[in-house]
């Protein structure tokens, strides 16, 4: 599959139907940014907006893809191929793209995972302290990790997500 062919065929439909890369962008939900990506066949659009162009633009996804119109008999030639390719590079570009931003974030954050441990230790401590009976500090001390961990998790996820699909 050739990105620069099927960016350059973004960018003609794009101005057959006299839109600016802004307009397509908003009546997609993505930055003009991303289009432009898309145009000079930097990115690929994803699948959920290869469909909405399909459907905008009145074509089938095999024909964006391919970057022309197809007649019956390319069609079924160019198919399968396209499929597999875009499935290919679309979950390898997706499981590495994910681990590079957890990476990232374990890297940024490694700090305040230090601090939620600390606090922890110390709210343990100041347990054992107040004399607090064990059964009840255990029972805290695990209630206590498992939402610092589901919040940290949680937000590392949040993270991620808005790398990879909104503007960094």
Not at 68 to 92: H, P
Not at 93 to 120: F, M, N, P, S
Not at 125 to 144: D, E, Q, R
Request: overall charge positive.
């Amino acid at each position: 599959m050739d990105m620069v062919r099927m960016g350059n065929y973004l960018a003609q439909l794009r101005k057959e139907h006299q839109l600016t890369q802004a307009e397509l962008a908003e009546k997609l939900g993505v930055t003009n940014k991303t289009v432009s990506r898309w145009e000079t066949g930097n990115y690929m659009p994803p699948v959920e907006i290869l469909i909405k162009l399909s459907d905008f633009y009145g074509l089938t996804i095999n024909e964006i893809l391919v970057g022309r119109k197809l007649d019956d008999e390319e069609f079924k030639a160019t198919a399968e191929e396209n499929i597999k390719e875009t499935l290919r590079a679309s979950v390898f570009d997706l499981k590495e793209k994910q681990k590079y931003w957890k990476k990232k974030w374990r890297k940024e954050h490694i700090a305040a995972t230090i601090g939620c441990v600390i606090v922890w230790i110390a709210v343990m401590l100041i347990l054992k302290l107040l004399k607090v009976p064990t059964y009840l500090i255990s029972a805290f001390g695990g209630v206590f990790s498992v939402a610092i961990c589901l919040t940290m998790n949680n937000r590392m996820l949040a993270y991620v997500e808005k790398h990879i699909y909104g503007d960094k």
